[in-house]
């Protein structure tokens, strides 16, 4: 199984002197964030490893939800057999983690030397080969969404002037100060015509790196864009080269993300701190406007008898509350400029009650998320006449919240596992189960009050449908609202996750990824019972997939859950256990957020792993590393390489090379192109060069990496035409009869010669490589 999924190299004519063909380096390639394989120890050229056991396999019918096997998981094969895991490679797993964890991190921007310029490093090439060329999308903002009730902040005159001067400026901040609305406004401003403002979205990678690759196609003349960086960071020369491009189209360009996410910017005058409004100005603007339309379409007068509903009425109401001092104080209790504008919803909804009622409704407001979780899941005064929503929407509901962000697709197809699951502790019937299941209306199943806006949902930037949440927080308010109120449940509530981790087909990555994140949070809840019923078992498991889970339910559980302490001690049991699938999972758990609590600790414990024989058939030690390295422990990861690739062991070199492949298909960021973050170390540090040079003699000379490692060289050489790359040509060229010695002299001449200048006829690098080798 090849660690670069999709790839098909073409096999070298056997009258040249080239190696065996390349056999998999390992027959579980799966990296910290997904599963490329079951994870099975096989013997090094064993590229068909055995599939994985049935999901939810060796328990008990009787948890497995009543009368659902876990042959009748989604996707599950119509003989009920179970398929092998499919192979997904280091970049698709890490990038499918970093777009659906529930962990808001950032990754860390690294320096390449003692004097190098902080660079993110950022994968370039799709499965194929060739670099992403995922489209950037501008989705238009609806005229006046947000500016018609705007409340300035602190340095908002500043802030749009340096807007107008330098056409690109940085807002960064905490979430929920408003950033996104204080950016709208900006652009609203500059922008010609006047709500020519959009936001940018790329679907499947960095949007700021697309628009430094499509800027032209992009940006048009006199528009505004908004860029949210989200966990990417954007360097001091990135934002010069945004710059440099929205000059050329004469647009505007508003960057935001967390301060976190703009390294080497301080005191350049295009970054701003931004500050959230005043709460209670925020509160007056938006109560003004619901209380309008309210007016509008109430019809209290008319049905009652009462009091009518007039601009007097209004008026006095808005009076009664922006005046009421507990009301003020409560406004400085929101986290964000959501909750203060939460608070406006809930006191319009209130605006006839009674006088001596306005505490009661503040109370609620303090405590609305869970009060709305109880309300959707019917454990409280109910919604209708019954009081209680029928058990299918109670698990459709369930499940939209759980799947938050999601496809809608994904939520249909486990909403309807759990009702299968769910319904019969219910006692209802399989021809009921049959036909509820049936109705799939989405309106209908999720109220409009657990849903986002119509504005929300159509600002989400999709090509599918989703699910989206009136608030991010009701995904655990619901988490928790459904593990306390139905005990009896929790274990088949388990099952089905179990079930949905071993799903196959598309999607399976993303889904398996919330999953083990759910599973972590409920750690939370009670550590020990889901330790033992679900997390345990993945780590012991024969499938990587679900090893793969329990790592990344761990580390929910550390990061989320308050059980850092316990989470380390377990993953230290699993590293010392003498259980091979303990060990790997220990391996994966060592490439997530766990392992950068103490890095050289981690490193050294990779590194015992990395020694034991049994641990040779897996890649996770590669890819753990490679991820430490991703998230910018540059130079403990290359020390550590180093000690790998020279250590006087059979398998500690073997996984160095793993980690040089890894880390091969990586680049040094939006505005850096083309330019492998490894060979960016070469040049900055001679030390990271003869490391180079040692792992790529090792894996081009290998019958187990030698076809990846020539790939890696035809993608490398080519991209180091041009006089922007010049330094890298050169090194290449110097590092070319270092590297190619002895019987790889031959191989190299053929590549160079017969395969790479033939479809590279222009290419000045190669043939200074040739002339060099």
Request: glycine content about 8%; hydrophobic content about 40%.
């Amino acid at each position: 199984m090849n660690d670069q999924a999709g790839e098909e190299p073409a096999p070298e004519p056997s009258e040249t002197p080239t190696p065996a063909p390349e056999v998999p380096d390992a027959p579980d390639a799966a990296g910290p964030a997904g599963a490329s394989g079951n994870g099975e120890r096989a013997p090094d050229g064993d590229a068909s490893p055995p599939a994985d056991p049935a999901a939810g396999a060796g328990r008990p019918q009787a948890e497995q939800g009543g009368k659902r096997s876990a042959a009748d998981g989604p996707q599950a094969p119509a003989d009920g057999k179970p398929a092998p895991e499919q192979p997904v490679s280091f970049e698709e797993s890490s990038a499918v983690r970093e777009r659906h964890s529930l962990i808001k991190s950032n990754r860390s921007p690294v320096s390449l030397g003692p004097n190098g310029n902080a660079v993110y490093i950022e994968s370039m090439y799709g499965a194929e080969g060739g670099p992403h060329r995922t489209k950037v999308q501008a989705v238009p903002f609806p005229e006046d969404v947000v500016t018609a009730i705007y409340v300035p902040v602190p340095g908002q005159d500043e802030l749009e002037s340096s807007l107008e001067q330098h056409h690109v400026i940085v807002l960064y901040g905490e979430e929920g100060t408003g950033r996104r609305a204080t950016a709208t406004a900006a652009l609203t401003r500059c922008s010609r015509p006047r709500y020519a403002v959009s936001t940018l979205h790329r679907e499947d990678a960095d949007v700021v790196q697309g628009v430094c690759e499509q800027a032209a196609d992009v940006l048009e003349k006199g528009h505004g864009y908004l860029v949210e960086a989200g966990a990417r960071p954007v360097t001091k020369q990135t934002l010069d080269r945004l710059a440099q491009l929205a000059v050329q189209a004469d647009a505007y360009l508003v960057v935001t993300g967390p301060q976190s996410g703009f390294p080497g910017t301080a005191g350049d005058a295009r970054v701003f701190e931004h500050h959230g409004p005043d709460a209670l100005r925020v509160l007056e603007a938006h109560l003004t406007a619901l209380v309008t339309r309210h007016r509008l379409r109430c019809r209290r007068d008319e049905e009652d008898g009462g009091p009518r509903c007039d601009t007097g009425s209004v008026a006095r109401f808005l009076d009664r509350v922006t005046g009421d001092e507990q009301l003020k104080s409560t406004v400085g209790l929101a986290r964000s400029v959501t909750g203060v504008v939460q608070l406006a919803r809930v006191l319009t909804e209130n605006i006839h009650a009674p006088d001596e009622d306005l505490g009661d409704v503040i109370g609620r407001w303090r405590d609305w998320l869970r009060l709305l979780a109880r309300e959707m899941l019917g454990l409280d005064a109910g919604r209708d006449d019954t009081g209680m929503p029928a058990p299918h929407h109670q698990a459709f509901r369930i499940t939209y919240a759980f799947f938050n962000g999601h496809p809608l697709s994904d939520v249909v197809e486990a909403g309807d596992l759990l009702s299968r699951i769910m319904l019969p502790h219910f006692g209802v019937a399989d021809e009921d189960l049959v036909r509820d299941m049936a109705e799939q209306n989405i309106n209908r199943l999720v109220p409009q009050e657990m849903r986002a806006s119509e504005v929300a949902a159509a600002d989400a930037r999709s090509t599918f449908r989703q699910a989206l949440l009136v608030h991010d927080q009701l995904l655990h308010a619901m988490l928790e609202s459904t593990w306390d109120a139905y005990s009896r449940l929790r274990m088949p509530l388990l099952d089905w996750l179990d079930l949905l981790v071993g799903g196959r087909g598309p999607g399976r990555e993303r889904v398996r990824v919330r999953v083990a994140q759910l599973v972590g949070l409920l750690m939370g809840n009670d550590f020990d019972f889901v330790y033992q019923r679900c997390v345990g078992p993945w780590a012991r498991s024969d499938s990587g997939v679900r090893r793969v889970c329990a790592a990344l339910a761990l580390e929910m559980a550390a990061a989320e859950g308050g059980a850092a302490d316990r989470v380390a001690s377990r993953v230290q049991d699993w590293a010392r256990s003498p259980g091979m699938a303990l060990q790997d999972s220990a391996a994966k758990a060592y490439g997530t957020s766990i392992g950068l609590r103490d890095v050289p600790a981690t490193l050294a414990e990779l590194g015992r792993l990395g020694r034991k024989p049994e641990q040779a058939g897996f890649s996770s030690i590669a890819f753990s590393t490679a991820w430490l390295f991703l998230a910018g422990r540059v130079d403990e990861v290359m020390a550590e390489l180093d000690g790998w690739a020279t250590a006087r062991d059979e398998y500690l070199p073997r996984h160095a090379v793993r980690t040089m492949l890894a880390l091969g298909r990586y680049t040094v960021g939006a505005d850096r192109t083309g330019r492998p973050a490894l060979a960016e170390l070469a040049l900055a540090d001679d030390r990271h060069a003869e490391l180079l040079v040692t792992l790529l003699k090792r894996a081009l000379i290998s019958r187990e990496t030698s076809t990846r490692a020539w790939n890696l060289l035809a993608r490398w050489l080519p991209d180091a035409d041009g006089t922007d790359n010049e330094d890298l040509a050169t090194l290449y060229e110097s590092l070319a009869p270092r590297i190619f010695t002895g019987p790889l002299t031959g191989r190299a001449r053929f590549h160079l010669q017969l395969v790479w200048l033939p479809r590279h006829k222009n290419s000045t690098t190669l043939r200074r490589v040739l002339a060099a080798v």
